[in-house]
């Protein structure tokens, strides 16, 4: 009973290729994250939505699209990924709008590789 | 730019003992502090948290300190157990521009030895 899950665990796939991740919570939650841990273990924000509302977008390249059909999903479309797009890919919600009081509950991570 | 240096990357203990993860920061405007536990392949749990009015905040065998003047946050854990062997993320947020902003460090591995 899973309460953030994230699709697909592994992924590889070739430079220039265009990929998603998809994200659900059954939390109810009003706010979800996408966060980015990369070679150097750096958990870095990279979007957050509330209410299918982006409030936060931190600098990253917009070949990253983040897209949320509803409060209960926030999917992440990369087109042309690179090299450095290789990372892990971490989902998350919270139960209101961003605070740093609201727990985060984070997904099991997407691992993506780029070849 | 680092702004949270957890500078061990691993820690190792014996079964019972205190394992104490120290993390560093830079910015003073941090407000909140909370730590993050994560085992491998699962996302990154909430442990425990404190906020920059406090100096000490105590939950079962957890516990986080914080020393403001010195830019020092640490955490304790009493009596270790093996099931304590994961990765420990430091995270800290303040408020700029009107948003929250939160930043992670680079996690400690700690590795509870029965």
């Known amino acids: 009973d899973t309460a953030v899950s994230q699709t697909p665990k592994y992924l590889v796939t070739q430079m220039g290729n265009d990929k998603s991740i998809k994200c659900e919570q059954n939390l109810g939650h009003d706010t979800m994250y996408w966060y980015k841990q990369d070679s150097k273990k750096f958990l870095k924000i990279m979007f957050s939505y509330n209410n299918k509302e982006l409030i936060i977008n931190e600098t990253v390249p917009n070949r990253f699209s983040p897209k949320s059909p509803d409060k209960a999903h926030l999917n992440l479309h990369i087109n042309s990924l690179e090299l450095g797009d290789s990372a892990v890919y971490f989902c998350a919600s919270s139960q209101d709008g961003f605070r740093a009081t609201d727990t985060q509950y984070f997904g099991p991570g997407t691992r993506l590789t780029v070849l | 730019d680092q702004q949270v240096k957890q500078n061990s990357p691993s820690l190792s203990v014996q079964e019972g003992r205190i394992s104490i993860l120290n993390c560093d920061y830079t910015?003073?405007?941090?407000?909140?502090f909370l730590w993050y536990k994560k085992y491998p392949a699962e996302g990154p749990t909430f442990l425990i948290s404190?906020?920059?009015?406090?100096d000490k905040n105590e939950d079962g065998r957890f516990t986080v300190f914080l020393n403001k003047s010195a830019k020092h946050l640490s955490l304790h854990i009493v009596p270790s157990q093996p099931g304590d062997s994961a990765v420990y993320f430091c995270?800290?947020?303040?408020?700029?521009?009107?948003?929250?902003?939160?930043?992670f460090g680079k996690g400690t591995k700690l590795t509870v030895n029965p």
């Open positions: 910015n003073s405007m941090f407000d909140y």
């Open positions: 995270a800290a947020s303040w408020t700029q521009g009107g948003s929250e902003k939160l930043v």
């Open positions: 404190i906020s920059s009015i406090k």
